[in-house]
C-alpha cells in the first residue's frame, strides 16, 4: 500500500471517529427542531405525531401556529420538558392549556443561541458539502469529455473489449473453443451486443460507442441514487442527501479504478442492477397491494381502521411523509416485473446479478410480499434459465463454459479477501459509522416509529428507519388473531380532530382500548403492524448484496478495483438515506451527519490531470502500433498484453490464463499452433516465466528482440508496459 493511500486511510478513519463522537453527543442533545421548535416525540405513530413546519410544507399545508394548536400528548410532554427547563426561574405552566411557556431564563436564551449557532454550522456544512460533490462531479464530467475521443485503450483489456464488439458488428461468434484464432472473456454478451448496435449506427468502430454507453450508464447511476434516497425519505432532507449520494458516487471515480468512462461493461451492469434495486424498491410501498399477509390484513380492515393505520383511499392520506402515495396492485406488480427485466438484462451484462436476484427474493419473503415474490422470482428465474439455454444451444455449450465453468473454477483466495475488508472498506468509515450510529440511534435515542419492532440482534429489536422488517411468525399469527375481521366505519375526522386532548384521553371508536400511540407498556393495537411498509428493507437488501458483490469479486483473481463500485454505492446510498432520516427525525443530527459526508468527501480527493493521457503515452502507443505492422508484413502476429492492435484480432492475456486456471493446461489447439510455428512473432510485456502458466510459449518460441519500451498508453488498471514489464519480441525457435 502507497504513503498516499495510508494517509487517505487515515484521514478517513479519522473523521469517522471524530464524527461518531459529535454523533453520539448530538443525539444526547434535547429534540429541538431546525427553528427552534421541540417537534415532539419521534415513538409517537404519525396518526399523532406533530409535524415541524418543513413537513406541513412538504403535504401543501401551513404552518401550524402555537396559540391555535391543539394539544397532544405531545405538547402535553413538550411543556413538561419546557417546565423542567425553565424550573430555575418559575417560568412553567400551570395548565395543560395554558398554551406555550415563556423561556426567560438565562438557561433558555443560552440553549436557544447554541440552538441557532448549531442551525447556522448545520446549513454551512450543508453548503460545503453540496459544492464539494458539485466540484467532483463536474470535474468527472469534464475528465469524461476528455477521454472520449481516445484513440487508444484507457484501460489494459480495453482493446480486447473492442475487439470483442467488432466480432458482433462482423457477425462472428464470440463464444468459440480455446485455440490460436479466438476465445472470449468470461462475460456474457449484452454489452458486446449494444456496443455493436451503437458501432453500427455511428459508423463508428473506434472506443467511443463503448465510451458512450458506460458514461450514459454513469449519469443513470448518479441519478438513480438521487431519486432512490429522495423515495426513501422524501421531503428537503430527501432532496438534499440524495444530491449528496448522487456527487459522493461521482466523487469515487478515481477510487474504483477511474471505470466510469472506459471501455467495459461494469457501468452499464451497475447501473442495470440499480434500476432493478430502485424498482422493486418502488414496488414495495404498496402495503400489500403486490399481495401477501399484510396486503390481505389491510384490505380486511380498510372498511373500519382503528386509530393509528393507514387508510389507501383518496380522501384520507396518512399524516406520516414518508411514502407520499401507496402503490396500486397493478402498478406493483408492473414494478415488481419491471424490476425482474432489469436484473435479467444486468444478468446478460454480468454473472454477478444473480447476487442481487437472490437479495431481492430475500427482501419480498422477509416483507411477505407472497404475490410479489412469485412474479418477481418466477420471472427472475425464467428468464434467466431461458438465455442460458438458448444461448448455450446457440453456442454448443460453450457460453456456459465461459461465463460459469471458467469462474467458479479459479475459486475464491483468501488473502485478497483480506484486502478488502482492511484495505477498501476503512476509506469509507464515515458512511459506515453514519449507518452504524442511525441503528443505534433508532433503538436508544428512541427514534422509531409504533408498530415497527425492528430486526432481531441478540434478542434486541432493531429498527431500521421506522420500517417493520422482522417478528417472528407466531408474533404475525398472533396479530391475525386478535385482529378485528369485521368493524363499522369510523366517521372520517380531520388528523387535528382525531388527536386526543389528553394522554389518558381514550378513543371514542374504541372505548375499552386506549390510544395506541401514548407510552403505556401494556397497550397494544392489533394492526399496527399493518401498516404500509416502504422501500427501505429492499435498499438494505441491495446494499448488503452489493458489500457482498464487491467481497466475492475481489476476493476472485484477477479482481480489480472495478469491482469496489457495487460495494461503495451500496455503502453510499445507505448511508444517505439513513442520514435523511436522521435528519428529518432529529434535526439536532444535522449538523454530525453532514460532517461525516465532509469526512468522507475529502479522501476521495485525486488529480484530475494524472487522469488524462499525455502525449508520451500517445507516442508510445504509436510506437507499439508501428512495431505490430512492420512484424505482420512477415506473417500473423500475436499480441498477448494488448488487444485491438492485430488484424486479425486474437485472444488476450487475461482470458488465456482464466482458461488455464480452470483447466490446469494449456489449451491443446494453441498448443499445436504454437509446435508448428503459426506466428511469425509474439508480443509481450515482459518475458514469461518458463516454469510458470506461459512457460510452454518458451518451448517453442524464443526471446529474440527487446524494443524497450517502458511507458503505458493506459491510464488506469494494470500498468503496462512499465519500467519492470519492456516489450519483447518472441521469433520461433
Known sequence: ??????????????????????????????????????????????????????????????????????LTPQSWGKQARVAAAGSASGSFATEPGAGAVPRSSRRGAAARAEGAAANLLADRLCTLVLAWCAVWALVWLGLALMRMRYPYELEWIGGAMRDHGERVLAGRPLYLAPGPDWFPYEYPPLYFWASAALMRLLHDTSYLSMRLISIAST???????????????????????????????????RFTGAWYDVERLDMLFLFLSMLGGYWLALACPTGGGAGGRRGTAQARTAAGAPPGTYKTDETHKPDRPDNTEPASRGRALGLVLLSAVAFWLAFLTKQQAILFIVGGVGALAWLRQWRALALFGGAS????????????????????????????????????????????????????????????????AGIRESGYSGIRVFGARYSVFGVRVAGSRREAAEREAVAPQEAEPPLRQTPSASRPQHPNTRTPEHPNTKHPNTKHPNTKHPNTEHRTPNALLPTLSWSVTGLAGSLLSRAHWGGDQNVLMSGYSGLTLLACAFAARLERKRPTLAAPLYALALAQLLPLAYRPDAQLPGPAQRAAAERYLAEVRSLEREGEVLCLDHGGMTTPSHFQIMALLDVIGSEKRMPPSLLAALRSHRFAAILVDSVPSADGALGPILTYYRPAECLHMTTTWTVTGFPTPSPGREVWVLRPR
Open 1 to 70: 500500500m502507497s504513503a498516499a493511500m495510508l494517509a487517505r486511510l487515515a484521514l478517513a478513519l479519522a473523521g469517522a471517529a471524530g464524527g461518531a463522537v459529535w454523533l453520539l453527543r448530538s443525539s444526547r442533545a434535547p429534540l429541538t427542531g431546525r427553528n427552534g421548535e421541540d417537534p415532539g416525540d419521534d415513538t409517537l405513530s404519525p396518526g399523532s405525531a406533530p409535524l415541524l413546519d418543513h413537513d406541513r410544507e412538504d403535504r401543501g399545508e401551513a404552518p401550524e401556529s402555537p396559540a391555535s394548536a391543539p
Open 219 to 253: 449519469i443513470g447511476c448518479a441519478a438513480i441514487l438521487g431519486l432512490w434516497v429522495r423515495q426513501a425519505s422524501p421531503g428537503r432532507p430527501g432532496g438534499t442527501w440524495g444530491a449528496i449520494a448522487a456527487g459522493m458516487f461521482l466523487a469515487t471515480y
Open 381 to 444: 428465474a425464467a428468464l434467466c434459465l431461458a438465455s442460458v439455454a438458448l444461448l448455450n444451444r446457440a453456442t454448443d455449450g460453450w457460453f456456459g463454459y465461459y461465463c460459469f465453468h471458467v469462474p467458479l473454477a479459479n475459486g475464491i483466495r483468501p488473502q485478497l479477501a483480506a484486502q478488502f475488508l482492511f484495505e477498501d472498506l476503512p476509506l469509507f468509515a464515515p458512511a459506515i459509522v453514519a449507518c452504524a450510529g442511525a441503528l443505534l440511534m433508532f433503538r436508544h
